[in-house]
């Protein structure tokens, strides 16, 4: 290993990079919130276009690159990886809407009885899989790859990405799941799902700006098991505290435990990708970085959605059919094929419209709410399961400090 002068830089870069990131997310909760209570959705949506106008006109003030004009872009390649990450993202985020496998009404379209949001995952990871058969091809011909796979050379690097797509993920899940439970359980404002949702997202943006200090104590691999290690506890604590009040100190105090986890992860994860390949494959990395966050943040969500659908409705579907005091002919009347997240008062206008008594009725509403709630924890506790298996790959990240980066070509696990 040798000292580098750049190390410090390289990893203070890479620091407010990641905490740019988390500031961007930390202000879109809060504007989006605002707005949306004050004005609604949609005009979000024309914002973000004015926004996204604003970004192109600023493009043309980066440094231009001229690039090597010997060196040609595969399309082939372009359009297989391409379409692969657009099927796999609808997929994925349309898992609820039109179903994990049985196409449901909302479905555009159905295979026999299978949903199409299962068709474009299959059909996607098979594009995939097309992309990466295409890509070995050119290297072994000595041809220029769309996307070097050298970043995927060593377990370091491999171990990088898989960290890197848990952790986004698991910030997905959370992302959905609470404002999820806020807006729609309890029928609170968007402002107020923002507020909730502050003390995470601001750990968050603290926790990746000040987690570059650090790097010269500590190496990758301690830094990133001790944040799993946080994340888990945070998740297990959530599990066990959370209660139909966000508010309570508990509760913030578990989201703060789990920002921390999240924000040093986020940044640490990509600084080891950046500074374990080759400075040649910079662009390759940043490419995988995208990728990776993109698909990451969509499966994480969706998937996270449907599981938490699925439990909801399980739980819903057996404890009303075995209890006493709700009689078959009351079932009948409710669509339990249907089973979402739903507000109490949206409950009992559904209820009002059938023979249920005013008993009955409280009675359901008491029993949802159980659910809902134990529906939370479960999510929570999967969260928890998948954060300890990250432990996993991130045992294979370096011993190394940032401040003592070695040669690309020396880089030991």
Known sequence: MRKTTGGDQQATAVGSLGSARAFSGMSAFLLGGALGTLVGWRPIFLVTLGLA???????????????????????????LIGVAIVLLTMGFNNLNAWGVFRATADAPFSIGTLSPALLFVVVGVICGQLFFMRTRSRMRQGLEPLVDLSVFANPTERSAVYAMFIIVAMEAAVNFTVPTYIQVVQGRTPFDTSLAMMPFNLTVFITAT????????????????????????????????????????????????????????????????????????????????????????????????????????????????NHPDLPEELVAQVDLDNVNFVSNDDLRAVLDGTTATEQQIELAVELNEQQRLQTLKIGFLILAGLSAVAAIPSSRLPRYRPSEIPEPDNVKD
């Open 53 to 79: 106008v604003l970004v192109f006109i600023f493009s043309f003030k980066l440094r231009s690159d001229r690039g090597n004009k010997q060196v040609k872009v595969d399309l082939l390649a372009s359009v």
């Open 210 to 321: 000040l987690i570059v200090r650090f790097y010269k104590r500590y190496s990758p691999r301690t830094i990133v098991l001790f944040s799993f290690g946080l994340t888990t506890t945070a998740l297990i604590w959530l599990s066990l505290v959370v209660t139909n009040n966000w508010e309570t100190l508990p509760t913030i105090i578990g989201l703060i435990v789990f920002g921390i986890g999240q924000g040093a992860l986020v940044t640490l994860v990509f600084n080891v990708l950046v500074t374990a390949v080759p400075k040649s494959l910079a662009g390759d990395v940043g490419s995988l970085r995208g990728t990776t966050q993109n698909l990451a943040s969509a499966v994480g969500a969706a998937v996270m959605g449907a599981v938490l659908v699925t439990t909801l409705s399980f739980g819903i579907t057996s404890t009303v059919n």
